[in-house]
Each structure stands twice: as structure tokens, then as C-alpha cells.
């Protein structure tokens, strides 16, 4: 989903 | 994970270890903003709280560690060391927290990807992250005299903002559906920050002279 797609950046 | 994240993700920790090699080894933090370091601290314990419910890679908690431990000593550092705490420019770091605080909160609290706690905290790192620069850019123009490692440590952590724009560039190209807007508008509002600040790093190191910042 998009959002743990963008919470695997630091 | 893509050359841009991974040489952001590098040049975001070499910053950590130059300012940490000030602090440890010439045992000074002239010139770093305590405020900055703790709006840090705070960007990191809200922007982690996934640490121990989601696992996503070695690299990654290895290097959310390290992030959350840095920010942390280096607080640690500058309001407790014995001989480090002396060097710390008190009298011109006067910038207020609860001026970026809360408008983050509040922009957290209002614009989001989905109302969770989790999801607010994490928004509000990112909204804080881009402003949490402001008491150090603020501190620099006041200091006259800024030495080497202050002024490559705030290049570095300007580096990493411009190779995580280059990341999100690259992986909306190469990955669907990866649209982020709030990551990337706060992200580049903290990118545009450093503009004034390496226009004057560069011109220093192609004039060969000293960097300062004008009042």
C-alpha cells in the first residue's frame, strides 16, 4: 500500500 | 533501494559523524544549535515509532538505530557534557521550539494520509524535519566565525535533502502507484532552505576563502 511504501525511506 | 536513497542515506550519516567527531574529539559544539539537535531527536522518536512493529529491512532498523542513538547523545552532549557544554553559544541560539512545534502539529493533525496516531506522528517528522534546520541557519548567520566541520556538517545534511529529491524522482519513474505529496512537498521545502546557504558554501570554496554568512 502506499503508505508502507513511503515508510520504507528514513 | 536505488544509488540516490543509498548516497542520501550515506551523506545524511557522514553529517551525524562529522558533527560527532566535533563534539567528541575537539570536545567543542561552537556553532551547532541545540535547538535544531532536539527538534531532531524529536523528528526521529515520532518518525520511528514503527521501530519494533514493522519490520522492513536489516539496512533500515540498523540505520534507524543509529539516527535515533546520534540525535539523541548529541543532545546528551551539548546540554550535559562537562567540557563540551561550555562551548555551546547559548546567548545566540534563541530560537523558539514551539515556533515550529505546533504549526507542525497542527498541519500534521490537519493534512495527512490517514488520521492514525502513527500516521500524525509520522507526518509531523516530516513537516517538522523541514524546518528543524531554521535555529541552525539562524545561528550560523549570527556566528561570524564558522569553522570547517560546522559548515561541512550543514552542506552534508543539504546534500542528503537534494539525493532524496533525486530519489523520489527516480523511483516515480521506476516504481507505479508511488506518489507521496506530502513527503515531497515538505521534502522540498527543506531542500529550498539550504539554497541561500550553499550559494554561500560554494562561492567560499571557489573564492578559496573562509565562509560567513551576510547578516
Known amino acids: 500500500s502506499a503508505i508502507v511504501s513511503q515508510h520504507d525511506e528514513l | ?215
Not at chain 2, 31 to 47: C, D, H, M, N
Not at chain 2, 80 to 94: E, G
Not at chain 2, 145 to 171: H, K
Open chain 2, 1 to 215: 533501494m536505488n544509488i540516490f536513497r543509498f548516497a542520501g542515506d550515506m551523506t545524511h550519516l557522514a553529517s551525524v559523524l562529522v558533527l560527532l567527531l566535533k563534539i567528541h574529539t575537539i570536545k567543542s559544539c561552537a556553532g551547532i544549535s541545540l535547538k535544531t539537535q532536539e527538534l531532531y531527536a524529536l523528528v526521529f522518536a515520532t518518525r520511528y515509532l514503527d521501530l519494533f512493529t514493522d519490520y522492513i529491512s536489516l539496512y533500515n532498523t540498523l540505520m534507524k538505530l543509529i539516527f535515533l542513538g546520534s540525535s539523541f547523545s548529541i543532545v546528551w552532549y551539548i546540554r550535559y557534557h562537562k567540557i563540551v557544554r561550555r562551548s555551546y553559544d547559548k546567548d545566540q541560539d534563541t530560537f523558539r521550539h514551539y515556533f515550529l512545534v505546533l504549526p507542525c502539529l497542527l498541519l500534521a493533525l490537519l493534512i495527512n494520509e490517514k488520521f492514525t496516531f502513527r500516521e500524525v506522528m509520522w507526518t509531523f517528522s516530516l513537516y517538522l524535519e523541514a524546518v528543524a534546520i531554521l535555529p541552525q541557519l539562524v545561528l550560523l548567520q549570527r556566528t561570524r566565525n564558522i569553522d570547517n566541520l560546522t559548515g561541512q556538517y550543514v552542506f552534508l545534511l543539504g546534500a542528503y535533502r537534494a539525493l532524496y529529491i533525486l530519489n523520489w524522482i527516480y523511483r516515480y519513474f521506476t516504481e507505479p502507484h508511488y506518489v507521496h505529496w506530502i513527503t515531497w512537498i515538505s521534502g522540498l521545502v527543506q531542500t529550498l532552505l539550504y539554497a541561500d546557504f550553499f550559494y554561500y558554501y560554494f562561492q567560499s570554496w571557489k573564492n578559496n576563502v573562509k565562509l560567513e554568512l551576510p547578516a
